[in-house]
């Protein structure tokens, strides 16, 4: 059978399994196993067992439980409330005032939270309910919101980033440390874009509220003190080599512990609803973990990987086009899949044609979740956009479009790495030459 | 019998948290023992098999909750018979694979044992001890998945169908 033949067969069929609604994890195995079965000789199920327990069993991933565990005890404390009130004093004066404390809010969620479905939540329980109460455009806040939640990918902690580390055998220190200043990049592109449209639409913002002195704004932000401590030594030992991402994980889950303890929010039952809420969220991956490694055994035994990137070299696009193609592609897959799903599934026969075009392991890391962000954030199936259908009770097409600004500077951002590879490679040479 | 299969669902999702704890304090051991200077053998490799240990027990649980991810695109746009009919395929399909998986998962704690396969590492621990957990895991997946797919088709075709939670990233 040919190349084509193969590839189509296989592709057909895990598109069957998806899109019938097999469980992800179990339709990666299921088109793994028939496709060795098909086309190799190898004994099929023993292999199958040796490759998921060596990938689920090994010391790289176990950053991922950590990290997970620790944004799911951060999200039961008092967090939400104190980062409104500690950011709202200082945003007043800049244009569009409160609807910043959307994304700061988020960017400073971010640093401990590895999701941008926990970050869109945690932050839009407390501004969505506030700003609608004192008048600010909904469509604004609601978009701002949306688009600010993804900055949970990308600035470090990031559950995506551990697995395209897994996955593509880079250092997922580095990778988080590359994650660093395109996230306050994409942060700034966000708060600049509210900026001018406040200044091109006054009146559509609320007056600001009672002035208040600089005593006052430092006391309502003290109670945020703990967390940037938290965020300065998870990320401080990671970058000055300390501490692996794996150790970094764990102090962040004993301090959010500690930071959740001094809040007095920590009691038997929420300790217990983060403990076994972080076991189903890291199962959940866990499967579809398993999945992909198979199907990546899968595909290096038929050989696909290294033929599509035969086929992709022969066709000598040049690295812009290529990864022009890789966006709307990934785009296109984000409409039906989740993010992890999509890293896992496509990096194993993607990477060796990235290689080949000569694109740096840890930059296009960067690439894969900036673009998996715009993909969180486009209809139909999109984690960010469910979250705010949950909590705003609107139609998921509103929120999109009301996303759609947002979108577009993330295409921005995308630009700008390529055009500035340095905005990611900077830092963590940085901190390579310690 | 529903009873005691959530039981043993939940027991071993408690259990799978509790491998969760011990993946923290194997990867504390080995930061504190590097720390203060004392060295406890093979941390990083016990914390690789809490960690697997845990994913694994969670399986059959993860899947009771109804948070084992899957595309429900398709089956939320068809009508109530069909989206029963094409829920029915999924878990037939789920069954199949997850007795595969179960069924080598068994084999390889076996051929461990009888090989007597030891760790790499330097906590040179025989591996089906380990590995007994993804065996039980999967077994307990397994039980659910076909737990699972009598529930639903003693039900019959329902009007609403359970969205899958957004909770992931």
């Known amino acids: ?434 | 019998m529903r009873a005691a299969l959530d039981r043993i669902y939940d027991g071993a999702g408690w259990l799978a948290a509790v491998f969760m704890v011990g993946t923290l304090v194997f990867v504390s051991l080995g930061v504190l023992g590097r720390l203060l200077h004392f060295h406890v053998r093979g941390t990083d490799a016990y914390a690789g098999y809490c960690m697997a240990a845990s994913g694994f027990l969670a399986l059959a649980y993860t899947l009771r909750r109804n948070e084992h991810i899957r595309v429900t695109l398709l089956l939320n746009h068809v009508p109530p018979r069909l989206r029963h009919a094409l829920d029915l395929w999924c878990h037939g399909v789920a069954v199949a694979l997850a007795g595969i998986l179960a069924f080598y998962s068994a084999r390889l704690v076996w051929h461990s044992h009888a090989f007597n396969d030891i760790s790499t590492g330097n906590d040179a621990t025989p591996l089906w001890i380990p590995q007994l957990g993804m065996a039980l895991g999967t077994a307990l997946l397994f039980v659910a998945v076909i737990d699972a797919l009598v529930r639903l088709a003693r039900a019959g075709p329902q009007r609403d169908a359970g969205a899958a939670p957004a909770r992931v990233e």
């Open chain 1, 1 to 434: 059978m040919s190349d084509f033949a193969i590839t189509a067969l296989l592709v057909a069929a895990l598109f069957l399994l998806l899109g019938t609604g097999v469980w992800i994890g179990l339709a990666l195995v299921g088109v793994a196993f028939v496709g060795m079965e098909l086309f190799t000789t190898r004994p099929v199920g023993d292999a199958m067992a040796v490759t998921v327990w060596g990938s689920a069993s090994s010391w790289t991933l176990t950053a991922l439980p950590l990290f997970i565990w620790m944004g799911e005890i951060l999200f039961r404390t008092r967090l939400s409330e104190d980062m409104f009130r500690g950011l709202a004093p200082w945003m007043e004066r800049l244009p569009g005032r409160l609807l910043h404390t959307n994304i700061i809010g988020c960017a400073i969620f971010a640093a401990v939270s590895g999701s941008s479905a926990a970050t869109c939540a945690t932050i839009g329980k407390m501004t969505l309910p506030e700003l609608a109460a004192r008048g600010y455009p909904e469509g604004k806040v609601v978009g701002t919101l949306a688009g600010a939640g993804t900055l949970g990918l990308l600035i470090p902690p990031s559950i995506i980033m551990i697995v395209y580390g897994v996955t593509a055998e880079v250092s997922i220190a580095r990778l988080f440390i590359a994650g660093v200043v395109p996230g306050l990049l994409l942060g700034a592109l966000f708060m600049s874009y509210v900026i001018v449209w406040a200044l091109l639409n006054p009146g559509r913002i609320p007056r600001p509220e009672t002035r208040t002195t600089l005593a006052q704004k430092l006391s309502a932000s003290r109670n945020l003190i703990p967390v940037v401590l938290l965020i300065l030594a998870v990320l401080g030992s990671i970058y000055t080599g300390i501490a692996t991402a794996t150790e970094a994980a764990a102090f962040g889950v004993v301090g959010s512990l500690a930071v959740s303890a001094a809040q007095r929010s920590l009691t038997w039952d929420t300790f217990r609803d983060s403990l076994l809420g972080a076991t189903r969220l890291y199962c959940m991956i866990a499967l579809i973990l398993a999945g992909a490694s198979f199907l990546t055994l899968a595909m290096g035994y038929i050989g696909l990987p290294r033929h599509l990137a035969e086929w992709i070299g022969s066709l000598g696009l040049g690295q812009f086009w290529l990864l022009m193609a890789l966006m709307v592609f990934f785009i296109v897959l984000g409409c039906f899949l989740d993010g992890i799903s999509m890293v896992v599934l496509t990096m194993g026969v993607l990477l060796p044609t990235v290689q080949k075009a000569g694109i740096d392991l840890i930059w296009f890391g960067i690439f894969v979740v900036l673009v998996v962000e715009m993909a969180q954030i486009t209809p139909p199936v999109g984690f960010n956009l469910f979250v705010l259908q949950g909590m705003t009770k609107r139609q998921i097409t509103w929120i999109a479009r009301q996303t759609l600004p947002m979108f577009y500077l993330m295409t921005a951002a995308v630009l700008l790495i390529y055009l500035v590879p340095e905005l990611v490679t900077w830092l963590p040479r940085q901190m390579m030459s310690k």
